[in-house]
């Protein structure tokens, strides 16, 4: 009995809806995660890209839990000296709901260009509209 290898070309891929209304934002990202990565089909190959589309809706309905939405603070650099910048959650979910979503998945995904190739079939819409109907979508519950 031989372990079989999965190949780039032999991936099929499907399309999945998630409405995040009233989701955790912690557990919504690893199965967001898990689907991207395609640890939910058994031809799972942790070196090739084996996952599925994300398309994901309703990005600014989503929870955090505790004090988070105050208190978590979300870094970046601007590259230039002392140039150090700072926003909490509740302000970045009132300005860009969607970028929440995909900081939480893409700490979740592999750092490194197959996590980059990853995160690319991630969709994320803050309203509950999306133009991907033609690839007719699985809505998915989580």
């Known amino acids: 009995m031989s372990t079989q290898v999965a190949k780039q070309n032999e991936v099929n ?3 999945y809806v998630i409405d995040l209304n009233e989701q955790v934002l ?3 990202a690893t199965e967001i995660a898990r689907i991207l990565r ?3 089909k058994p031809i799972y190959t942790p070196s090739v890209d084996t996952g599925d589309f994300v ?3 309703n990005a600014e309905k989503v929870k955090l839990t505790g004090r988070k939405l105050g208190v978590k603070t979300y870094y970046h650099h601007t590259g230039y000296p002392g140039g150090i910048r700072g926003i909490t959650a509740d302000k970045l979910l009132e300005k860009r709901p969607e970028e929440l979503l995909r900081i939480a998945v893409r700490g979740m995904l592999p750092k490194n260009k197959l996590g980059r190739q ?4 991630l969709k994320i819409y803050s309203g509950g509209d999306h133009p991907h109907t033609a690839q007719q979508p699985k809505a ?3």
């Open 140 to 142: 998915m519950s989580l």
């Open 26 to 28: 912690g557990r919504a």
């Open 118 to 121: 990853m995160l690319r079939k």
């Open 38 to 40: 395609g640890k939910h």
């Open 13 to 15: 891929r499907s399309w």
């Open 55 to 57: 398309v994901v809706v």
